[in-house]
Structures are given as structure tokens and as C-alpha cells.
């Protein structure tokens, strides 16, 4: 029987293998080759998506700079050429102005060197600045000879301011009273009049800030040094200051042009008295040399700025050897150039000197940020040496990106987009991810347990079908013996075998008491069949259920006494009329008595009780006999279900009599119970409202 059960199992499982896990595997497999299909499309469609838009912000940044081109060459065709290049042509320098891409214009003469067009410069080239003195007139010439004699070779100090203090008033010429006003304040100072030279330079300041002398120094530079010089002896680091304050505002407007040597001298020397006076904790000079340092700031970018574009134009060789194109670009000293030529009459140029940092952020930049939006979506832009200019703000993750090189007609830049990563499913297939691993698990899983399940059913049914077959042979046996004796006892009754007549009424009650167990069995066979499929049917009345409860007990009584059994029968009264079915609280009584019986072992005794609580009516059956284990107590009331191997051989029955006592309860809206200790009895307790169902 086992093996066959055994056989019958492993011919599911193989069946369930063939039916349902091989194809699963099959399509599983099949439809995750699919999704990486699609997933590798979708992965080509971003990377087409990005090559467009790199495309895209490359075509927008040399549209951009062809903008500039444009207005460029418009604005140097109004301007005649060749002529004469001065450095503060206004038109250009509005240029630059307007243009932030632009961040110088230079000249280039046919076979000459550039020439930068610029004024925003700080310095200019040493070579720019001309040595010639502007005025070298005889009468000037007589008053400084003149002067510098009493000065340098008298030594008589009071003559020589005498002298000058002399001159000055028949001067007219800015030159040389700027000039007269310096040698005035200098011989002051060797007179150590302080207070006298301060004001001279004062007036320098304010009548003749920009004569130049010497190497074209501005007079007006000079004088706001001395003036602060003077002010620091006097321990006025507020006037020094504010007089450095002044030089270096000055200084950072480019109109005084000086050559780089005289305006990094001016630069330190203003420097020296910063120093000097920045620890005082003077509120006012406090606020100053913050303002202070704030130009210092300026300065310096403007001073990069110069430096910048110095180097590129002091580069000429470089320049020249550019071809005839018109973008190029060039590494001069590490700085990366790039410029834009416009050929004018002959072999000259014009030149545009493109500032890359303004491209960087004001077209590429937002090119990309139009692209980007707010999708996730990263980038990076890259200079020539593979160092980073900018980048998205959020990094990348571990997606091959598209990599894109600016054309030779822009700088060397590279722009590297990322493509936008699509969540669970780029994570699950993104590249390393062993996915297909993952899915086979899930998919073992899910199998395993689909199988669990199936086994768990097959066993059940199994199960339910052996105690099927169980319950037909017990059943078959319950017919069986009655039958038997019935069948002879009335045989001989009618082939007068039985003498007497006491004998004779033992056989028929015999044969009436074998037909009763077999309608019994019978009815509980029907009520059973009915009950599963719910077409049973009650009637509902309401009485006294006392004495359907005694009938029942006494003719158990009768029928058992032979056996010695004792029922013992306690109403607690008073128990009111209760709404039930007659004939199902019968079988209920029938079916418990009858296994108080059959399981009471050596046991005799049996205690039927029936009271009132509430509005319930109890009634109880109670043996004293075999009991039932523990773990059976829920599973006796299943169908064919019978629990104690042992027990179960020797008593004879079919393991529905529990399952329709429990129905019949709980169609009267009531519930069973049982109450049993192995070795000591069982106690089934009926409970039923007195309202009825
Ligand atoms: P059966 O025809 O086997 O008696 P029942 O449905 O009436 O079927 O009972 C189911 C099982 O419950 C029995 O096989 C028996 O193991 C257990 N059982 C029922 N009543 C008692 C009892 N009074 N004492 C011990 N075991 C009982």
C-alpha cells in the first residue's frame, strides 16, 4: 500500500517537473533574453539621445562664437585699415565690454608682431612705454638747470624753494608745473617741511595727476605715495591709508600707463604701508584696509588678466605661425589661447583673443543645462589635459558614458554625458549585475514552492482517499455482522430450530436491537451524505429536551446493561424549552452515547447531564474510559478522521459519527467541545442557545 502511495507521489512530481517547472525555466529564460534585448535597445536609443545633444551643445558653442565673429567683423569693417593703432580706441574697447567672450583684440601688421588693442590692461609691455620726454623745450630745460644747480650743488635748500616757489606762478604749461610742484615738495621734504610737502603734493593730485616723468611714471601716483609716506612719519596711519586707498583705485582703473616694473614698485611700496598700519584697531582704519584688500583682490584678477594677454601678444612668432584658418589655437608659457583671425587689406590681421572661461559658462554651460533639465542626467566637462573645468552636480553612476571631443574649430575641450539611469532595472542590468542569476533563483523559488503546495494537496487527497477506502471497509464490516446475525438468527426462528419460547424472544430481540444499530448507521450514513452536500434539512420546534435526552439514555441503558454499564442520567433544573430538531439532538445523543460505549474500555460508568446556563442549554456526555490525546482533540471532529491506532483496530467504526454531531450542533447555532485526558475519560460538551438557530 505504501509503496504504491509512494510510486503515485513520485509520478506527480515528475509529471508536475515536466508540466510546469521545465516550460517556466524555458520561457523564463526566454523572456529575460527578451528584457535584456530591450534593455540594450533602450541603452542604444539613450546613448543616439546623448550623441544628439552633445552634437547639439557643440553647435550652440560655435554659434555662439560665431555671434561674436559677426559683430566683430561688422565693427572692423567700419573701421578703416590699416591705420593708426592707438591703444584706446573707444570702439573697440566698448567691444570688449559688451562681448564677455572677448577678452582682448589684437592687430596683427603684415611681417610686424600684434599689437594688443586693449585698454583694460594694468601695465603695458616695457617696450610700449616711451622714454621721450614730452617737453624739452630750452625754457624748461634753463629752470631745471637752474634749480638743480642751487639743489645738488649748493646744497642751499631754502634758495632752491625759493627758486622754484619763484618760477612756478609764470608757468602755464601742465608738464612743467607738475613738474616744478615736484621738485618743490621733494626739496620740502629735505627741509623737513612735512605739512608744506603733503599740501604740494595734494595740489600735484589735484592739479596734474597725470603728467608723466621720467620713464613715464604718473605724477599723480607719486605724489598720493609721498603724501602717505609723509602722513605715516607723522604716525597719521588714517591719512596714509586713505592716501593708499586713493593710489591703489587709481591704479586699478587703467589709465595711467605705466610699464609692468614701475607699477609693481608702486604696488609694493603701497604694500609696505598697508602693513604697517593694517594692525590698528582703529574702527575707521580698520573698514579701510578691508576696502583695501577688496582692491588688492581686483587687482590681482586684472593683473592675471594683463599677464594673460601680455604673454599671448609678446608670443607674436606664435601667432603668426597659425594657419590661415580662421579659429586656432595655441599653448603659450601653459596658458591656453584661443583666437579668431579676420584678414584685412594684404597680409595683415585682425585679431579676436576669445575668452574660454565666458564660453565655458555662458554657452556650454547653459547648452547643457537647457539638455539636462531636471532629469538625471550627468556630465562632465573636460580641458586638455584631461583636468576637470565642470561637472554636474551629482555624480555619475557606474554607466559607460558618451564621450565626446570638442571640433578642432573650438577649444580642446571634452564633453562626457552620462546617460540617465533608469532605476531598479538599470541596477539590476546594469553592467556586472549577474542578473540572470537572480531571476533563476526567484524562479527555483517560486517553483519550490509551487511544489511544497502541490505535495502538501496530493498528500491531503491522498490522505482523505485512504481514509475513504478506510471508511467503505469499516463500514462494510458495520453491515457485515448485524447482517450475519440477523440473517441466522432468523433462519433458524424459521426453520423452527429454536425450541423454546424464552429462546425464541431472545433472538427476536436480538434481531431487533442488530436492525436498530444498522438503521442507526444507516441514518448517520444519509445525514453524513446530506450534510456534504448541504441538503439536509431540519425541523425546528420548540419543547422540552429532557425527555428526548432520557429516551435515549434509558434505551442505551437497556440495550448495554448486558455490559454492565451503568449511565448515570442528572437534570439541574429547572431547564426551560429550547428551540431544536428532535430527531437531530437523537443522533447527537445516539452518536456520543454510543462512543462512551465503545471507548470506555474496562470502564462501566457514564454520566449524561443536562443544565441551563444563561441562555444556553448544556448537555454533556461523559465516559470514563480510553480518552483521546491532546493533539486529536480538534481533529476527531474531521471527516473519517479515527485517532488511537490501537484503539481504533479493536473498536469498530467510521469516523464520521463526531463529524455529524458537530454539524448538527453548530446547525443549531451551538458547539461541541471535548474535554479528555488520555487514561481517564472523555467529556463531550454540547452547548445549544435556547433561541435556537
Ligand atoms: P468512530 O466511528 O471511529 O467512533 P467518530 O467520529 O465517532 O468515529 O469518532 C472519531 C474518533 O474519535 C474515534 O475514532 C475515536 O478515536 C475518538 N473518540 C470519539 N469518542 C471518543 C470517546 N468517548 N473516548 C475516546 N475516544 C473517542
Known amino acids: 500500500m505504501k509503496k504504491k502511495e509512494e510510486g503515485k507521489r513520485r509520478r506527480i512530481i515528475i509529471s508536475y517537473a515536466l508540466a510546469i517547472v521545465l516550460p517556466c525555466l524555458i520561457l523564463g529564460f526566454l523572456a529575460l533574453r527578451g528584457v535584456k534585448n530591450d534593455q540594450a535597445l533602450v541603452e542604444r536609443e539613450q546613448r543616439n539621445n546623448l550623441l544628439e545633444s552633445s552634437r547639439q551643445i557643440i553647435n550652440e558653442t560655435d554659434e555662439y562664437l560665431l555671434a561674436v565673429e559677426k559683430s566683430f567683423t561688422k565693427l572692423i569693417d567700419s573701421i578703416a585699415v590699416p591705420y593708426e593703432i592707438i591703444f584706446t580706441d573707444s570702439m573697440l574697447n566698448d567691444f570688449i565690454a559688451e562681448n564677455l567672450a572677448v577678452a582682448g583684440i589684437f592687430y596683427l601688421p603684415s611681417g610686424g608682431t600684434p599689437y594688443l588693442l586693449n585698454n583694460n590692461l594694468l601695465y603695458l609691455p616695457e617696450d610700449f612705454i616711451s622714454t621721450a620726454d614730452f617737453m624739452s623745450s630750452g625754457k624748461k630745460q634753463d629752470i631745471f638747470e637752474n634749480g638743480w644747480q642751487i639743489e645738488y650743488r649748493e646744497h642751499d635748500y631754502q634758495k632752491a624753494l625759493r627758486y622754484y616757489q619763484g618760477v612756478l606762478p609764470g608757468i602755464t604749461q601742465k608738464q612743467t608745473r607738475g ?16 605739512d608744506e610737502a603733503i599740501e604740494t603734493y595734494e595740489l600735484i593730485w589735484n592739479g596734474c595727476p597725470d603728467v608723466m616723468i621720467q620713464n613715464k611714471i604718473p605724477l599723480g601716483a607719486v605724489a598720493l605715495l609721498e603724501k602717505s609716506l609723509l602722513c605715516l612719519a607723522k604716525k597719521d596711519s588714517l591719512a596714509a591709508l586713505n592716501s593708499v586707498h586713493l593710489l ?9 600707463e605705466m610699464g609692468y616694473s614701475d607699477f609693481s614698485n608702486f604696488l609694493s611700496r603701497a604694500d609696505e604701508i598697508i602693513s604697517l598700519c593694517a594692525n590698528s584697531d582703529n574702527i575707521e582704519i580698520k573698514s579701510l584696509v578691508e576696502r583695501i584688500y577688496s582692491l588688492q583682490g581686483d587687482i590681482s584678477s586684472s593683473l592675471e588678466h594683463t599677464d594673460y594677454l601680455l604673454t599671448f601678444i609678446q608670443a607674436g612668432e606664435t601667432i603668426k605661425q597659425n594657419p590661415n584658418g580662421r579659429r586656432c589655437k595655441t599653448m603659450v608659457n601653459g596658458n591656453s589661447y584661443f583666437f579668431s583671425l579676420f584678414p584685412a587689406n594684404g597680409q595683415r590681421y585682425w585679431g579676436l583673443i576669445i575668452n574660454q572661461d565666458d564660453v565655458l559658462n555662458n554657452s556650454v554651460y547653459t547648452s547643457i543645462l537647457k539638455r539636462t533639465g531636471a532629469s538625471e542626467f550627468y556630465w562632465e566637462v573636460t580641458g586638455v589635459n584631461g583636468e576637470l573645468l565642470m561637472k554636474s552636480e551629482s555624480s555619475p553612476e557606474d554607466i559607460p558614458p558618451v564621450y565626446t571631443v570638442f571640433p578642432q574649430t573650438l577649444p580642446s575641450w571634452s564633453l562626457t554625458l552620462y546617460p540617465e539611469s533608469s532605476g531598479l532595472l538599470a541596477s539590476l542590468f546594469g553592467p556586472g549585475a549577474s542578473i540572470f542569476l537572480y531571476i533563476f533563483i526567484a524562479i527555483v523559488l517560486i517553483l519550490a514552492f509551487g511544489l511544497f503546495f502541490t505535495l502538501q494537496t496530493v498528500n491531503n487527497e491522498l490522505n482523505l482517499s485512504k481514509m475513504k477506502s478506510q471508511f467503505m471497509s469499516t463500514v462494510s464490516h458495520e453491515f457485515k455482522s448485524p447482517l450475519t446475525s440477523i440473517r441466522q438468527m432468523s433462519e433458524m426462528l424459521v426453520q423452527g430450530r429454536v425450541p423454546t419460547r424464552e429462546r425464541q424472544l431472545k433472538y427476536h430481540t436480538t434481531i431487533l436491537k442488530q436492525s436498530e ?8 450514513i444519509l445525514d453524513f451524505s446530506k450534510m456534504e452536500e448541504g441538503q439536509k434539512l431540519f425541523n ?10 432520557k429516551n435515549i439514555v434509558e434505551s442505551f441503558q437497556n440495550h448495554t446493561s448486558e455490559q454492565g454499564f451503568n449511565i448515570n442520567f442528572s437534570v439541574f433544573k429547572p431547564v426551560p424549552e429550547l428551540v431544536f430538531d428532535h430527531e437531530a439532538m437523537e443522533q447527537v445523543m445516539h452518536n456520543l452515547l454510543d462512543n462512551a460505549c465503545k471507548y470506555s474500555g474496562d470502564s462501566r460508568k457514564i454520566d449524561v447531564k443536562i443544565e441551563a446556563k444563561g441562555n444556553r442549554v448544556i448537555v454533556s456526555v461523559r465516559d470514563f474510559g480510553a480518552g483521546i490525546k491532546k493533539e486529536d482533540h480538534d481533529k476527531i471532529f474531521s471527516r473519517f478522521y479515527r485517532a488511537g ?3 481504533t483496530q479493536t473498536v469498530k467504526g467510521s469516523g464520521i459519527g463526531l463529524t455529524i454531531v458537530k454539524q448538527l450542533v453548530e446547525a443549531h447555532n451551538g458547539e461541541i467541545l471535548v474535554d479528555s485526558e488520555v487514561g481517564k475519560g472523555s467529556a463531550f460538551i454540547v452547548t445549544i442557545p435556547i433561541e435556537g438557530p
Open 179 to 194: 613738474e616744478i610742484l615736484n621738485a618743490i615738495a621733494r626739496i620740502q621734504k629735505k627741509l623737513q617741511l612735512a
Open 248 to 256: 591703489m583705485t587709481q591704479l586699478q582703473l587703467p589709465e595711467w
Open 517 to 524: 444499530r444498522l438503521s442507526h448507521l444507516i441514518d448517520n
Open 540 to 549: 425546528f420546534e420548540k419543547s422540552d429536551i429532557v425527555p428526548v435526552v
Open 645 to 647: 491506532e490501537e484503539l
